[in-house]
C-alpha cells in the first residue's frame, strides 16, 4: 500500500475501502493466476472519484507493462469521463455517454469472453465490442498497480475504490446481476419464507435469510396483522 488510506465504504463502514488522493497506489505482490492472453475472465470493481483531470486518465488498475491489461477512465477524447479498457497495446471497449457523478458510488464491472467484451454497470449491460489483441505481458510484469500507471506514476485515480474482484472466467448477466444485488447497500432477502400447513393452534417454524449492514431485526406480519 503507497500512500492509499482506508476509508468509508458504500455502507457506512469505517475503513473498508480505500481512498487514493491521486499521488497513492497498491501494488500486487504476486501474479499468479491473473488472466494472460486471450483467456477469458471478469472484473469487478466499485469506485467513486472526485474529479478525473480533462485529457488524462485515471487509472482503475493495470499491470507493470503498460496497456497490457488496464481498466481506466478515460477523458483524451470525450467530454466526459470514458469508461475504457485496453489490452494488447490498444483501447479494446470504450464505453462513453453514460453520465456519470462526483462522489457517487458505482459498481462497474467488465467481462471478456472470446474476443467479446462487455460493460455492466450497476448490474446492467452498458456496452459490447469485439477484438482479438491479447494480454502479453511477460511474467516480470503481470503485477496489478491499482489505483494509477505503474510503469511512470502518471494517470492516478482520485476517489474511493473498493471490492475489487478479477474472475477467471466469463460471468453470465444474469450473475453481473446477482452480483449488484448481492453488494448494493440496503436490507436484501435473500430466501423468502416457504409456506407451511398445520393444524389449527399448533405451531410452527418459519425460516428467512437476509442480508444488510446489520444488526438485522424481524418482525412477522399475516396480511395487516
Known amino acids: 500500500v503507497n500512500g492509499a488510506a482506508l476509508t468509508t465504504d458504500r455502507n457506512g463502514d469505517t475503513d473498508k475501502a480505500y481512498y487514493f488522493d491521486g499521488n497513492s497506489s ?22 467513486t472519484f472526485d474529479e478525473i483531470k480533462a485529457l488524462g486518465q485515471g487509472v482503475l ?10 481498466l481506466a477512465f478515460d477523458t483524451w477524447t470525450a467530454a466526459e469521463p470514458k469508461l475504457q479498457f485496453y489490452t494488447g497495446g490498444t483501447p479494446v471497449a ?5 453520465g456519470w457523478g462526483s462522489n457517487e458510488w458505482y459498481q462497474v464491472v467488465l467481462v471478456r469472453e472470446g ?45 474511493k475504490l473498493d471490492d ?17 444485488f448481492l453488494e448494493s447497500p440496503g436490507l436484501k432477502i435473500i430466501n423468502q419464507p416457504q409456506s407451511v400447513d398445520a393444524a389449527v393452534g399448533s405451531s410452527v417454524s ?18 395487516t396483522a
Request: no cysteine; glycine share 6%.
Open 164 to 180: 475489487i474482484r478479477i474472475f477467471n472466467r466469463a460471468l453470465s448477466n444474469l450473475e453481473v446481476e446477482r452480483l449488484h
Open 206 to 223: 418459519l425460516d428467512v435469510n437476509a442480508s444488510g449492514s446489520g444488526p438485522l431485526s424481524y418482525q412477522w406480519r399475516k396480511n
Open 26 to 47: 497498491i501494488t500486487t505482490t504476486t501474479a499468479n493466476n491473473l488472466p494472460i492472453g486471450n483467456q477469458d475472465f471478469s472484473i469487478s470493481i466499485w469506485l
Open 61 to 70: 488498475l493495470e499491470n507493470q507493462q503498460q496497456d497490457q491489461f488496464g
Open 115 to 159: 474476443d467479446s467484451f462487455k460493460f455492466y454497470r450497476a448490474g446492467t449491460e452498458v456496452y459490447s465490442s469485439t477484438s482479438s489483441n491479447a494480454n502479453n505481458a511477460d511474467l516480470a510484469n503481470r503485477r496489478l498497480s491499482i489505483g494509477r500507471r505503474t510503469t511512470n506514476n502518471q494517470h492516478p485515480w482520485k476517489g
Open 94 to 98: 470504450n464505453a462513453e455517454n453514460l
